[in-house]
């Protein structure tokens, strides 16, 4: 049974509470909107039914137009930018990290369905299928990079003792950083502990203990960002 959306020109959230998909989050509205530059520790399925979706990614723009479907895969930054198109409608699916390929793929996905509410779990897994049949292998580099997002995410050490470890000054670890990551080392924490403060309102934890837990100030200040990162607050994606 598809699990059914309140379409409002706002980023809805589900849990999805199916094998295989972590997640799942609709759009309809004006055009798109824009959100702040952002990974997650998911893949993360787009599917455009309608309008276009547009990010920037790697410097470039990539769009996703109706009747597509985009993998990006986990730890990937990405801008989501607005669109101008007079309606959109689209869904995004977050399934298990190993469910995907090493860089952003977009395949055609047809014009099977109306509403997202048509789109079941099977549905999803199959475009999954589909894009990582004709995804190449992990190009060189991808594994360092790897082992530079977790060298950030899994040691409250600063900036410098992390970069002298790896025989780096801090100056050098930091442009390391921002060529393979995208982002300064600090902002890359940043945005891993917005991801940490979401999996902990997922489970149903307390707003101001995830605020608290994920390292934020406060509940002020996890909203703030939240809002601007994944394009709702932290009160409506808890309730959801």
Known sequence: MPTRFAMTNAWTYRRADRAGIVELASWRGAGSLGLRPHFHDEAQIVLVL?????????????TVPAGHAALIPAGLLH????????????????????????????????????????????????????????????????TDRAKLGVA?????????????????SREG?????????????????LLARLNLARQLLRAGEPIAAAAADAGFSDQSHLTRLFRGTFGTTPGVYWRD
């Open 152 to 168: 950030l995410t899994e040691s409250a050490e600063p900036i410098g003792d992390i970069a002298a470890g790896l025989g780096r």
């Open 79 to 142: 801008a989501p930018i607005p669109t101008a198109d007079a309606e959109t409608v689209c869904l995004n699916a977050y399934l298990p990290a190993s469910r995907a390929c090493s860089s952003l793929r977009v395949m055609r996905a047809g014009n099977r369905w109306r509403s997202v509410d048509e789109i079941s779990a099977e549905h999803i897994r199959e475009i999954a299928d589909d894009i990582l049949s004709q995804a190449p292998s992990s190009p060189a580099g991808y």
């Open 50 to 62: 309608s309008g276009s979706r547009a990010f920037r990614i790697n410097g470039a723009t990539v």
């Open 173 to 189: 670890f930091s442009r390391l950083v921002r060529r393979e990551l995208g982002v300064a080392p600090h902002a890359f924490r």
